[in-house]
C-alpha cells in the first residue's frame, strides 16, 4: 500500500504541474469561458451596479462562484480565471484512485488495475482540458467522484456522507443528475447475509434491496441541493428569482432554446466515434498554418501557438463499448462489474432520455461523467490479465498493456494545448 500510495502521490503533483503550466496561455476567453467568467465577475459585484448576482440561470451558481473565488484570490487575469479548475482537476486524480480502491480493494487485480487507472485518468484528454480551463465541468466531477467514494462504503452512516458531495455537484452543473440518480438507486443493494448449500440457492439469495437506503439517500441529495441552492443564491448573492422553484423552472425552460449554428453538437451514438471534436487553436503570426488544419499541439508542430481539442482520448473511447459489454456480462455475478454497469448504462440511458425530449441539447463533453466507470473496467481487464500471467514465463499481456499505457501518454503528449518550456 505505501508503494501505491508514493505512486498515487507523484502522479498527483505530475498531474498539477502539467495542469498548471503556462495556465496564463490564452490571454483571452476560450469556449464557454465566455460565458462563465463573465458571470463570476457578477457573482464578485464587478459589475457597473456593483450587485453580486448570478446572472447566467442556465445553470446552478455554485461551479460560478468557485470559478469567482479563484478571481477574487488571484484577479481577473487568466491565472484568477483557471487556478481554480487546476485545483479541482489535480484532486480528481487521487478520488478517482480512492474509488477504484474502495470498488477493488481486497481483489487479486488491485495493484495493477489501480495502478493503471490512475495513470489513465491523469492523462486523459478530455478531463485534462477541463481541468485547464474556466468551466463549470471539472467542478461536478470532483464532487461526484468524492460522493461515489462515500456511497461505495457498506456502512450507512459513511454512505450518507455521499450526499453533500452529490448535492454540491448537482449545484456545479445539473448534469451530475444522469450519474447520481442510478448511483443513489442502486444503493439500496444489499448482499445477503443468509447462506445456502448449493450454488443455485445462493446466488438466489445473494442480494436484498432495501428502499429505506435509496430513499434515504435520494430525499438527502435534494434536500441538501435545495438548502445549499437557497444559501448561495438567497442568502449570498442578491437573488434574480423570488424562490428557487421559478428559478429551476427557468433553468429548465432554457433547455428548449433551439440554436442550429451552435458548434460542436452532437447525438449520443456519436459519442463511441469521439465526434464532433471540437477545437480552440491559435497559431503563431507568419506562419502559413491555416488552423482549421491543425491536428496535433504545439510539442509537434512548433507553428502552433497553443490548442484545446475537446475529445475524449482515443485511447479510450475506442475499447470502450467492448469494455462495458463485457462488463456488463460480468455484473451478474461480480459486485464491482455491476457498480460500474450501473454507472455507466444508467449515465447512458439517462442522457438518452434527456436527449430524447431536448433534442438540441447534447454535445460531445458530456460524456465526461461517464469516463470513469470505462477507464475503471478496462484497468480491471487488464489488471486481472497481468495478474495471471504474473507467474507464468509468458509476456504477451504485460507487453500489451504496456503498449496500450504508451499509446494513451503519446495520445495526450500529441495534444499538449502548450509548448514546453
Known amino acids: 500500500m505505501r508503494r501505491l500510495s508514493i505512486y498515487v502521490s507523484v502522479l498527483t503533483l505530475i498531474s498539477f504541474l502539467l495542469r498548471v503550466h503556462r495556465i496564463d496561455t490564452p490571454g483571452n476567453l476560450i469556449g464557454d469561458e465566455i460565458y462563465y467568467v463573465p458571470a463570476a465577475r457578477n457573482i464578485l459585484g464587478w459589475n ?18 468557485i470559478i469567482a473565488l479563484g478571481m477574487l484570490l488571484f484577479g481577473d ?13 489535480t484532486a480528481c486524480v487521487p478520488l478517482f484512485f480512492l474509488v477504484v480502491r474502495r470498488l ?32 463549470l465541468d471539472v467542478f461536478m466531477l470532483v464532487f461526484l467522484l ?91 448573492l442578491v437573488p434574480r428569482f423570488s424562490d428557487i422553484f421559478e428559478r429551476v423552472l427557468m433553468m429548465v425552460s432554457r433547455l428548449n432554446i433551439r440554436n442550429p449554428a451552435a458548434v460542436g453538437r452532437s447525438e449520443i451514438w456519436q459519442w463511441f ?55 456488463l456480462f460480468k455484473s451478474v455475478r461480480d459486485d464491482s462489474a455491476r457498480v460500474l454497469a450501473v454507472y ?31 477507464i475503471i473496467a478496462i484497468s480491471q481487464y487488464l489488471g486481472t490479465k497481468l495478474v495471471e500471467e504474473w507467474r507464468t514465463k509468458s509476456v504477451k499481456w504485460t507487453g500489451a498493456a504496456g503498449l496500450y499505457l504508451l499509446l494513451h501518454l503519446v495520445n495526450f503528449v500529441a495534444l499538449y494545448p502548450v509548448p514546453i518550456p
Request: without cysteine; glycine residues 8%; proline residues 6%.
Open 273 to 327: 466515434f469521439n465526434y464532433p471534436v471540437t477545437k480552440a487553436v491559435a497559431v503563431e503570426p507568419g506562419s502559413g498554418l491555416r488552423p482549421a488544419s491543425v491536428v496535433v499541439g504545439p510539442l509537434l508542430d512548433s507553428r502552433v501557438e497553443y490548442s484545446y481539442y475537446i475529445a475524449v482520448s482515443w485511447t479510450i473511447i475506442l475499447p470502450m463499448i467492448p469494455a462495458m459489454v463485457y462488463t
Open 146 to 236: 468524492a460522493g461515489i467514494y462515500f456511497l461505495l462504503d457498506e456502512r450507512l452512516g459513511r454512505k450518507v456522507l455521499s450526499t453533500p458531495f452529490f448535492a454540491a455537484s448537482l449545484l456545479s452543473k445539473e448534469a451530475a443528475l444522469v450519474v447520481i440518480t442510478p448511483m443513489l438507486l442502486y444503493s439500496g443493494l444489499r448482499k445477503s447475509v443468509q447462506r445456502k448449500v448449493t450454488k443455485r440457492a445462493r446466488r438466489a439469495q445473494s442480494l436484498s434491496y432495501d428502499w429505506r437506503v435509496a430513499l434515504l439517500t435520494l430525499a438527502l441529495t435534494g434536500g441538501l441541493a435545495v438548502g445549499l441552492w437557497y444559501v448561495l443564491e438567497w442568502v449570498i
Open 48 to 65: 457597473e451596479e456593483g450587485v453580486p448576482q448570478d446572472r447566467v440561470v442556465a445553470h446552478p451558481p455554485l461551479g460560478k462562484m
Open 344 to 374: 455507466w448504462f444508467g449515465g447512458l440511458l439517462g442522457w438518452i432520455a434527456v436527449n430524447s425530449v431536448f433534442r438540441e441539447l447534447v454535445y460531445l463533453f458530456y460524456i465526461l461523467p461517464l469516463l470513469p466507470p470505462v
Open 77 to 89: 487575469n487568466p491565472f484568477g480565471w483557471r487556478i481554480t479548475s487546476v485545483l479541482a482537476g
Open 104 to 135: 477493488l480493494q481486497g481483489r487479486k487485480e488491485f495493484e495493477f488495475s489501480s495502478m493503471i487507472a490512475t495513470f489513465l485518468f491523469a492523462f486523459e484528454n478530455l478531463t485534462f482540458y477541463f481541468a485547464r480551463v474556466a468551466r
